[in-house]
């Protein structure tokens, strides 16, 4: 498709809006109620451009058409923005907070903003968000994210013309039924709604690195601070691969920091309640109970649960004390826990449950393939793809199941499938079978490159029922080039069989594909690369046996729902439980025997490593917390007679070993194997 | 799929009478304005209600109240009569309205023709829609015929809330089986499994009409039809807008919503919707039972069949005419009978989003695109006349002062420009100061608003001031 945009010709592959198009050759359209997380509402009325033969149109609700001919900024397409800028200028208070809207009355060089402060209009009734709707622009964005995203209702519009209001569900933000998702503060481009954090503790005085651990793909992130307390997280870069602006990242973090039952100082359990007790005999105790178990059971008596992100110098002490110091293998973590028996299916068919490509090239593929909810659990990834999709980068096939999902990815998918979860691997055996049919396969690549092409083919058969379905996506993936596969992965799964053949039958000569698990629940593939890990069965089966004797958890927040009740279940049987987390849990206040305060990773220092295997260094810190878990790791092991160096020096170590594990897996050579 | 039913408390602060309206409304109508002087204590308390009350579709006799009953002049003026005999002999019932030939359109439809030759017939007829948009009914079917989705919706869009119409009011009054019949024919075509009548809240005496045939139909017809829900408005203008009207029946605020998609595609629940007006619907059984042909006969130009066009109650023969396309206005002012008070200054068709006529303009023809020439649009047909009593600037201010109060709020020209503009004019005129801002702001409306509202709203300042320049601007 080629459009002319402001007198110079470009190609796009895809029907985009014009927004999108001008926005991805570089061209800023001014824009106030788009956001691409929503659906276009097209009323601001900023976004004008005209088109030739056709004169003025909002660019986010038309899309482009071949032989098109747009102007993005001339007289009257500027005269009817700044006109639109000035009515919306007329009531807001004086330009200060920096925000989209404010940046657009400086662009077009309006100074007006003068209107009156109404006290009334300012609620400060909600603990994270504060509300000043002197500043409305009446743009809805609050209202749509929080119907559309969040699913509630909490933001209202009253009245209509030009008495329409935004208010808050009842009347007051505080008593409102707000989830404090704060999603409305991050879709708002004039400052009406804002962090409360900021509006309490003012704009940060200075920032540093660190990584995000939220989900799997560790973010970098720019944490400002203001007295020296966190009060706000920024992407780290414009664009969304490197960004960490999601929602999530920006502020679940102050569930941990600023939690009210956060841990300042080891607890021990006596006579049924957590006691105060000091750092260096909690230590003590801890190695004791170590020593015990392993007198009393061997090295079976004792055993680790690693959960939470950890940073690699963490996982190397763990792993010093499991291995080397005790000569256990009683390691579990929440990834083998959930997903043992997923686990297994990857490594036979394909030899890794890691993605076949670091995130960011994703932005290569022509074409995406997404099934489940990878907005919830992966939100940064989730605005990469969507945005992938809007600016014609990529087509966008998504997989919906549930109805949480609709809506979101499906706003910027080219294709759309809405299937209930059981039928996943129904459709895509039909996508694949239709695949074969249509003879988008490269058969002669696939028989050198698998064991058993053969015998797949002649079991594949898909179900009558999702025909309709398997053609569009075929019509999609057919084409494609460069195809990437991204799907969240559940613990209930019974549908990766079938994406994993997807994913080999796509590969060929002419085609690259990329697989990209995700796995929602128990988001810890790190801990397994490094650790590895045991299953649940196996858990269940010591603690029954009372052959484990004391247990450190290290993490907290190991209570993911599919494997809540049997964990539970079996770690009563555990004599002595040791937890290192941030906050006291449901774990630490009822199971735990000694409980040591961790740290959250706005405080830690050390490297991370996202689950598509990318290193990123958490530099810096904040003032007084020197001793972290790294420190404390280390004071057990010397307790246990084992000495270790310095967090540089263990560092160098955990470098060396990453690189070697790289270097054999690539010369795996292994032979990829479907399975039915 | 968008969420239906939101929290009514809210939804409801949009409409103006949600809530309660006085015993008695005084209507605030652009008819009654330009009448003010017949009645004048009916005028001051149309002025004095809270909420304001905007057309109850009795202009004929304004200016009125909800508790005036008189009944317009209703006459056939075109060579074949489409609607207009459904209307001679007040309100119909079921029996008188068979007696005329009713529902024979319905079973011809039913048994002996295809869906889509049903719609052919219509594309053939040339038939346009007559709520003001003027866009072919045949091909509006068609495109929600060939949608994939099978679910499918008809509105019937009673809202109309023009100044100085009520041709839609008298035909859901006196023979409300029209519409329906010509509802259930463009259900059946399209493939609509449930209709909805959308009637405004200041017609009772229709939605009583539409109610009881409705209730009286049931019984009388053997064939197995679409369910029809009657739904009343609670007071706003914006609704009648077809996105707003689809937005309003799913228990949203009414505001519009851009096209494309048209409804066609993604209407009511996101499925494919069409929505008619009542009198377009009025034409589907003379067109069914004679042919496409014979009303294509009828007319001139891109305008096809009859138009029924109501008039004032400035004129000396206030009501509703049926007229064929094409008749000159001057023909049509004629019939009027001339004006009770004063001389004819100018007429304002399809108010309040179209421009002004003046006298000069008069040998124009009555059509869609003919009237858009002279800056001015067919919109419901209706025709205000006003004399030298009502200054162009007051009529202006009158017309953008509805078009503020009505404004849904939604974009950002027409919540806060019609409201600057409403300012301005509060005084009648415009000062020579004040001229550039109010062009800026009028073509930024006619550049940028999100739907017909807005748009129109400018138009109609520049239609202003492109032929009363002169009386609107006061110097300093």
Known sequence: ?676 | MVRINLPKKEVNTFYNAADTMPEEEYCSGLACYVSRNLKKEFWKKAMAQRPRTYCLGKCYSSPSSSSTHEKPIIEVRSRKSVIGRYLLKGELTLKDYISLGGFKALEYALTSLSKRNIIKEVEKSYLRGRGGGGFPTGKKWLLAYNQKETERYLIVNGDEGDPGAYVDRFIMEYSPFLPIEGALIAAHAIGAQKVYFYIRREYPRSVARVREAVKSMASFLKYKLPKIVVVVGKGSYVVGEETALINALMGRRPEPVFKPPYPTERGLYGKPTVVNNVETLSNIPYIISNGGKEYYELGFSKSRGTKLVSLNSLFKRPGIYEFEFGVPLKEIVSTGGGLKRGKVAGLLIGAPLSGVVRPEEFDTRLGYEELEEIGSSLGHGNIIAFNEESPPGEILREIVSFLSYESCGKCTPCRLGTKKLEGILSKGYILRDELEEVYDIAHTLVSSSLCGLGIGAGRVVLSFLSKYRRVIVHEG
Request: hydrophobic share 35%; proline share 3%.
């Open chain 1, 1 to 676: 498709m080629k459009v002319k945009i402001d007198g110079v010709e470009y190609k796009f592959e895809k029907k985009i809006s014009i927004l999108n198009a001008a926005r991805k050759v570089g061209i800023d359209i001014p824009t106030l109620c788009y956001d691409r997380r929503l659906s276009p509402n097209a009323s601001c009325r900023l976004c004008l451009v005209k088109i030739k033969g056709k004169g003025i149109v909002t660019s986010c609700t038309t899309p482009i058409e071949d032989g098109m001919e747009v102007v993005t900024d001339d007289d009257e397409v500027r005269k009817a923005v700044r006109m639109n800028l000035r009515l919306l200028s007329s009531r807001y208070p004086k330009p200060a907070l920096k925000k989209r809207f404010d940046q657009l009355l400086e662009r077009y060089g309006l100074k007006e903003g003068g209107g009156a402060i109404n006290r009334e209009e300012i609620d400060d009734s909600h603990p994270f968000i504060y509300v000043d709707m002197n500043r409305c622009i009446n743009c809805y964005n609050c209202v749509r994210v929080c119907e559309d995203i969040a699913g509630r209702l909490v933001w209202r519009i009253t009245n209509r013309g030009a008495e329409s209001r935004i208010i808050a569900e009842g009347g007051s933000l505080g008593r409102s039924s707000c989830i404090s998702c704060r999603a409305c503060v991050d879709v708002c481009p004039s400052g009406a709604i804002e962090d409360a954090m900021l509006v309490k503790y003012g704009t940060p005085e200075r920032y540093y690195w660190s990584v995000c651990n939220m989900c799997s793909l560790a973010c970098r992130v720019s944490v400002g601070v203001s007295r020296n307390k966190p009060v706000l997280i920024r992407p780290a870069g414009e664009k969304p691969l490197d960004a960490g602006g999601c929602l999530k990242g920006r502020y679940i973090w102050e569930d941990a920091f600023y939690s009210a039952e956060r841990l300042h100082y080891p607890l021990i359990r006596k006579g049924g309640f957590l006691k105060k007790v000091d750092i260096k005999d909690a230590i003590g105790i801890a190695s004791e109970k170590i020593r015990e178990a392993v007198k009393e059971q061997g090295s079976e008596g004792f055993g680790l649960i690693v959960s939470g992100r950890l940073t690699l110098e963490e996982y190397y002490m763990l792993n010093i004390l499991s291995r080397e110091v005790i000569g256990s293998d009683n390691v579990w973590n929440s990834f083998t826990l959930c997903y043992q028996s997923i686990l297994g299916e990857f490594m036979n068919s394909i030899g890794s449950i890691w993605p076949s490509i670091p995130y960011k090239e994703i932005g290569i593929s022509d074409s995406i393939i997404v099934v489940g909810d990878v907005d919830s659990y992966h939100p940064a990834l989730g605005d990469a793809i969507r945005e992938l999709s809007l600016q014609g980068d990529a087509r966008l096939l998504v997989v919906g199941t549930s109805p949480s999902t609709e809506g979101f990815m499906q706003n910027a998918s080219d294709v759309y499938i809405k299937v209930e979860k059981e039928r996943i691997g129904g459709l895509f055996n039909c996508i694949n079978k239709r695949l074969v049919e249509e003879g988008y396969v490269d058969l002669d690549y696939l028989r050198g490159a698998t064991e058993n092409l053969g015998e797949y083919l002649g079991v594949i058969n898909g179900e009558k029922s999702c025909e309709n379905n398997a053609e569009k996506a075929v019509e999609m993936l057919g084409r494609g080039r460069n195809v990437s596969l991204i799907f969240e992965v559940e613990p209930w799964y019974e549908s990766t069989k079938e994406l994993i053949d997807t994913y080999i039958l796509l590969n060929g000569r002419e085609r690259r594909a990329n697989i990209v698990p995700l796995f929602e629940e128990c988001d810890l593939v790190d801990a397994f690369y490094i650790l590895g890990g045991r299953s649940i069965d196996d858990l269940a089966q010591k603690a029954k046996e009372r052959e484990l004797k004391t247990l450190m958890i290290v993490g907290g927040n190991i209570l993911r729902p599919a494997i809540r009740e049997r964990l539970l279940s079996s770690l009563r049987d555990v004599d002595f439980i040791i937890e290192i987390v941030p906050t006291l849990d449901y774990f630490s206040r009822y199971y735990a025997s000694l409980v040591f305060p961790g740290r959250t990773y706005l405080e830690k220092r050390g490297h991370y490593l996202s689950s598509d295997m990318t290193i990123r260094h958490a530099p810096s810190s904040l003032e007084g917390t020197e001793f972290q878990e790294f420190d404390l790791l280390k004071g057990i092991l010397e307790a246990l007679g084992y000495s270790v160096g310095s967090m540089e020096e263990v560092w160098n170590v955990v470098k060396e070993k990453i690189r070697k594990n790289v270097i054999a897996k690539n010369n795996s050579g292994k032979k990829y194997k479907f399975l039915f």
